[in-house]
C-alpha cells in the first residue's frame, strides 16, 4: 500500500469557540473500543481517482461543518471537587472552533487490491458458495485493520489527548477504480447511531458534488447537547451526594458491575492494567468509603489464548418471521416479541450449546447494548449525537437456557428491555452521575460465559452511496475480535434480511455451523 495523502481536515465553514462537557453515559463509555465502520464498493463508472478524492474531500469538511465537535480536542475536563458533575473526575470534554483544533486525521493510501478479492457480494456471502454452509460466510480473512488507521484517537489509553484527533477517516483506493471508506472514532464521541447521521449527511452532499443530486439526508440534521440527555437524570446530579433512594432504584435492575480497579483477581490480564491504573484518580483523592459496590469478573472464563473466528451469518427474512412466528405462537408467550428478540434467543441457545454448556449450571449471559434516546421523557431525537447507550443483560444456569424454548428466552429478553422506562433510566443516570470514575465499572463481559450483541438496525448502513450509482459491496462494523462478540445489522440481500457478525472461539463456532440446522 501506498500513502497518497496524510491530513487533519477542519470544518469548511468557520466556527466559534466552544467547549461542551459530554454527557454522563459518554463518560461511561470512554475505555470501550472505538466506534467505527467500513464501506467496501465497486468500480464507480467513468470516475477518476483525482475526482473521486477531491468531492469526497470537499463534502467531507462541507459535512463536518454540521458536526465541528468531532474535529475539536477530546480531553478530560478540569476536575473540580466543588464544582458539578461535568467536573468530576474523568469527566469528558470537547473544545472545538479554535485555531489549534487537532482536526479530523484523514489519509488517502493506494491499495494493491481489487474490491472482489477484497469479499464477495452479499448474494454470494448469503449463499453456499463462500462459506462452510448456506448463510454463512467464513469472513476471517476479511482485515479490517487494512482499511481504518492504526494511530492512536484521543483518550484511547485513558490519559493522552493533546493533538490526538477524536475522528479518523480512511479512503483506500482500490484496483480497478473501487474504493473503500474507514471511519472511527472515539466511543464517547458517537455511537453507531450518530455515525450513521454524519455517514448519511455526507453521501447526501458527495452526491451532490458528482452531479446526482438526491431527495434528502436519509437520518436527518444532527442534535448535539449532551446536557439533554443529562437533564433526563432523576433527582440532582449535582449534589455532593446521591440520593440514595435513586441509587437503592438503580441497582436493582439488571446491571453488571464489574470492576476494572480489583486487578488482583484471578486471572485479570496485565495487559489492561496501564489503562486500569488511567482511570484511578490519584490515590490521595480516591475515598474508599465513595467507591460503589462492584462483583467479581469471571476473568478466568475468558481464556485469551484462544483463536476467534469471524463469521457472518445471514438469516433471511422468512427465516426470521418464522423465528417470530415460534416464539409468538406458544402459550403464555408475550405478544410483543420482536424479530430481532426471537433471533437472539435463538442464538444464544445456539452458542450456549456450541460451548458445550448444554448439561453445564454454570451461569451464563447475554448483554445488551441499548439505546436511551426513545427510553427517557421527553425522548431524545432520532438525530441525537454522541453515545447515549448502556449495556444490561438475560442470564440464567446453562443447562436452562438450552432447555428453555424460543419463546421463554425472547419473552425474558423482551421484559428485560421493556424494564427500563423513562422513571428506571433516570435513576441509572443519577447513579452514574455521581459514579467515583464512570470508567471503573463494566455492565458488560466477554469470555466463554458472556455474549455481547450490539444492535445496527435500521442504520440503513447498506443505503450509503457517496457517488450516486452505486451501493456498498460490503459494510463491515469495526468490533473487537473477541470471544462473544455479536453485530447485528440489516443485511446488503434485499430479502428482509439481517447479517450476524459472529466472533467465537474456533471450537465453539465449528460447533455451532455443524449443528446449525436452517430456521
Not at 482499511?147 to 484511547?156: E, G, K, T, V
Not at 432447555?403 to 447513579?431: C, N, P, W, Y
Not at 443485511?491 to 436452517?518: C, I, N
Request: glycine share 6%; hydrophobic share 35%; net charge negative.
Amino acid at each position: 500500500m501506498s500513502i497518497i495523502e496524510s491530513t487533519r481536515l477542519r470544518p469548511a465553514h468557520q466556527q466559534t469557540p466552544t467547549s461542551t462537557p459530554l454527557s454522563i453515559l459518554d463518560a461511561t463509555v470512554a475505555r470501550f473500543s472505538p466506534t467505527g465502520a467500513v464501506w467496501i464498493f465497486d468500480q464507480p463508472i467513468d470516475l477518476d481517482e483525482i475526482t473521486l478524492i477531491d468531492n469526497l474531500r470537499t463534502s467531507f469538511t462541507e459535512t463536518l461543518s454540521k458536526f465541528p465537535q468531532w474535529a475539536g480536542q477530546l480531553q478530560w475536563a478540569p476536575v473540580n471537587p466543588k464544582g458539578n458533575h461535568t467536573e468530576r473526575f474523568n469527566r469528558p470534554l470537547i473544545v472545538y472552533g479554535t485555531d489549534t483544533d487537532p482536526g479530523v486525521e484523514w489519509t488517502v493510501i493506494k491499495h494493491p487490491l481489487r474490491a472482489d478479492e477484497i469479499v464477495p457480494t452479499a448474494e454470494e456471502r448469503a449463499s453456499s458458495t463462500t462459506g462452510p454452509q448456506p448463510g454463512a460466510w467464513a469472513g476471517d480473512d476479511f482485515k479490517q485493520s487494512l482499511f481504518i488507521s492504526s494511530d492512536p484517537l484521543a483518550l484511547a489509553n485513558l490519559r493522552d489527548y493533546d493533538g490526538l484527533p477524536g475522528m479518523q477517516v480512511q479512503l483506500s483506493l482500490l484496483q480497478e477504480g473501487g474504493y473503500a471508506i474507514g471511519i472511527k472514532l472515539a466511543h464517547c464521541l458517537a455511537d453507531a447511531q450518530s455515525l450513521m447521521v454524519f455517514v448519511h449527511l455526507w453521501a447526501y452532499n458527495s452526491k451532490k458534488h458528482f452531479g446526482n443530486p438526491p431527495g434528502s439526508p436519509l437520518m436527518g440534521e444532527p442534535v448535539f447537547d449532551p446536557a439533554l440527555l443529562d437533564s433526563c437524570a432523576a433527582g440532582d446530579i449535582d449534589s455532593p451526594e446521591p440520593e440514595q433512594t435513586l441509587v437503592h432504584k438503580a441497582r436493582k435492575l439488571p446491571l453488571h458491575r464489574y470492576s476494572w480497579w480489583d486487578s488482583t483477581d484471578e486471572g485479570y490480564p496485565s495487559f489492561l492494567l496501564p489503562t486500569t491504573e488511567n482511570s484511578k484518580p490519584p490515590p490521595s483523592e480516591i475515598d474508599h468509603s465513595r467507591v460503589s459496590p462492584s462483583e467479581p469478573a469471571p476473568w478466568l472464563s475468558w481464556d485469551f489464548s484462544k483463536a476467534v473466528k469471524y463469521t457472518q451469518l445471514h438469516f433471511t427474512g422468512t427465516e426470521l418471521r418464522k423465528l417470530q412466528a415460534t416464539a409468538l405462537e406458544t402459550p403464555g408467550s408475550r405478544r410483543d416479541i420482536s424479530r430481532l428478540d426471537a433471533l437472539l434467543a435463538y442464538l444464544w441457545e445456539s452458542i450456549t450449546r456450541a460451548r458445550g454448556y448444554a448439561d453445564s449450571s454454570r451461569p451464563v449471559y447475554m448483554n445488551l447494548s441499548l439505546g436511551v434516546r426513545p427510553r427517557v421523557l421527553p425522548a431524545l431525537p432520532d438525530t441525537f449525537i454522541g453515545s447515549p447507550l448502556f449495556l444490561t443483560y438475560v442470564g440464567g444456569p446453562a443447562s436452562s437456557v438450552c432447555q428453555e424454548s424460543l419463546s421463554e428466552i425472547a419473552s425474558r429478553i423482551r421484559e428485560t428491555m421493556k424494564g427500563f422506562t423513562a422513571d428506571a433510566v433516570g435513576a441509572m443516570l443519577h447513579d452514574a452521575a455521581h459514579e467515583l470514575s464512570p470508567q471503573r465499572l463494566w455492565q458488560a463481559f466477554l469470555g466463554s460465559e458472556h455474549t455481547l450483541v450490539t444492535s445496527w438496525l435500521r442504520l440503513q448502513l447498506y443505503e450509503v452511496d457517496f457517488v450516486g450509482r452505486t451501493k456498498p459491496r460490503y459494510v463491515h462494523a469495526i468490533m473487537p475480535k473477541m470471544d462473544g462478540c455479536i453485530q447485528v445489522m440489516d443485511s446488503g440481500v434485499q430479502d428482509g434480511g439481517m447479517d450476524v457478525a459472529l466472533y467465537l472461539d474456533e471450537v465453539a463456532t465449528g460447533r455451532l455451523l455443524d449443528d446449525r440446522s436452517r430456521v
